[in-house]
């Protein structure tokens, strides 16, 4: 079982050996939501499925207060696992070509609803690609519904209440995830407020990443996160950014740099600064 990072010769010796996985792509363009599935209709790696930020992977319609891309409830979230072709045990791959940004959405909600067994394709699409992996073109190819049900979460949350009730405690530290011009409350292009969560660490997710779009290697990840932490605790670590999407690859580098598993804030600062009575920051 793979619950971390699958490098793409790893994914070809499955198939080849006829190892049941199941392939899940999650590009996505936040400005062109359309652009993911077309992407993905272009070119996907055989047998892959595709799934949508907005709408598999969120639930709209809620609150503000919510955030952006609010989770769906668990429950609803399994039964569209099922429909994709998930059932227990069977190893799961998500991806995308957009550096983590969207597949680590999927890799942290499959975990949320109790499935360990699945990896990142390290470096996404384009590695892949450099490995002469085999493409297909078009719509997914029709699968059978899996049987896969909701268990215990393997994904500590916490949510909006919950983090302004330990803000500023020496057990919690906030690492957001956002450019750091919008963590600065610089610019923002998206949420109606600019800023930060007062006494959070900035890490964009990219810094994660190599020039080829692959994690950095795990020694190299533990000592740049022991360094940003300055002494505290990883296990006290909650991540956050825009709306609980690009945070995951903070969290799942830290889980690479073996620092442990570690909190989502899922909702993040666009349900943070649409909550009347939190506390904003910046510079």
């Given at each position: 079982?793979?619950?971390?990072?699958?490098?793409?010769?790893?994914?070809?010796?499955?198939?080849?050996?006829?190892?049941?996985?199941?392939?899940?792509?999650?590009?996505?363009?936040?400005?062109?939501?359309?652009?993911?599935?077309?992407?993905?209709?272009?070119?996907?790696?055989?047998?892959?499925?595709?799934?949508?930020?907005?709408?598999?992977?969120?639930?709209?319609?809620?609150?503000?207060?919510?955030?952006?891309h609010p989770l769906p409830e668990r429950?609803?979230?399994?039964?569209?696992?099922?429909?994709?072709?998930?059932?227990?045990?069977?190893?799961?791959?998500?991806?995308?070509?957009?550096?983590?940004?969207?597949?680590?959405?999927?890799?942290?909600?499959?975990?949320?609803?109790?499935?360990?067994?699945?990896?990142?394709?390290?470096?996404?699409?384009?590695?892949?690609?450099?490995?002469?992996?085999?493409?297909?073109?078009?719509?997914?190819?029709?699968?059978?519904?899996?049987?896969?049900?909701?268990?215990?979460?393997?994904?500590?949350?916490?949510?909006?209440?919950?983090?302004?009730?330990?803000?500023?405690?020496?057990?919690?530290?906030?690492?957001?995830?956002?450019?750091?011009?919008?963590?600065?409350?610089?610019?923002?292009?998206?949420?109606?407020?600019?800023?930060?969560?007062?006494?959070?660490?900035?890490?964009?997710?990219?810094?994660?990443?190599?020039?080829?779009?692959?994690?950095?290697?795990?020694?190299?990840?533990?000592?740049?996160?022991?360094?940003?932490?300055?002494?505290?605790?990883?296990?006290?670590?909650?991540?956050?950014?825009?709306?609980?999407?690009?945070?995951?690859?903070?969290?799942?580098?830290?889980?690479?740099?073996?620092?442990?598993?570690?909190?989502?804030?899922?909702?993040?600062?666009?349900?943070?600064?649409?909550?009347?009575?939190?506390?904003?920051?910046?510079?």
């Open positions: 079982m793979l619950n971390l990072l699958i490098q793409a010769r790893e994914l070809q010796a499955l198939l080849d050996a006829g190892t049941p996985v199941l392939v899940m792509d999650c590009s996505f363009d936040l400005m062109n939501p359309a652009a993911g599935r077309e992407q993905f209709e272009a070119e996907h790696v055989p047998g892959a499925v595709y799934v949508d930020l907005d709408q598999d992977l969120s639930q709209k319609g809620r609150p503000a207060s919510d955030g952006r429950e609803r979230f399994a039964a569209r696992l099922a429909e994709l072709g998930l059932s227990p045990g069977t190893q799961v791959v998500v991806m995308d070509r957009q550096g983590v940004n969207f597949c680590g959405r999927l890799w942290w909600m499959l975990r949320w609803c109790g499935h360990e067994a699945v990896a990142v394709l390290d470096g996404g699409l384009a590695a892949w690609k450099a490995a002469g992996g085999a493409l297909q073109s078009g719509p997914a190819q029709p699968r059978a519904a899996g049987t896969f049900r909701a268990g215990p979460s393997l994904a500590p949350t916490l949510d909006t209440a919950g983090l302004l009730a330990r803000l500023g405690r020496a057990d919690t530290t906030v690492i957001d995830a956002r450019a750091g011009a919008r963590f600065r409350g610089e610019v923002e292009p998206l949420d109606p407020v600019a800023g930060h969560v007062p006494g959070a660490l900035n890490r964009p997710f990219n810094d994660n990443l190599q020039a080829d779009g692959r994690f950095k290697p795990a020694a190299q990840l533990r000592q740049e996160f022991e360094a940003l932490l300055g002494g505290r605790a990883p296990a006290g670590v909650v991540h956050q950014c825009g709306s609980g999407v690009s945070a995951v690859p903070n969290l799942l580098a830290m889980a690479i740099a073996g620092l442990g598993t570690t909190t989502l804030y899922p909702g993040s600062w666009s349900a943070w600064c649409n909550t009347e009575g939190t506390p904003r920051a910046r510079g």
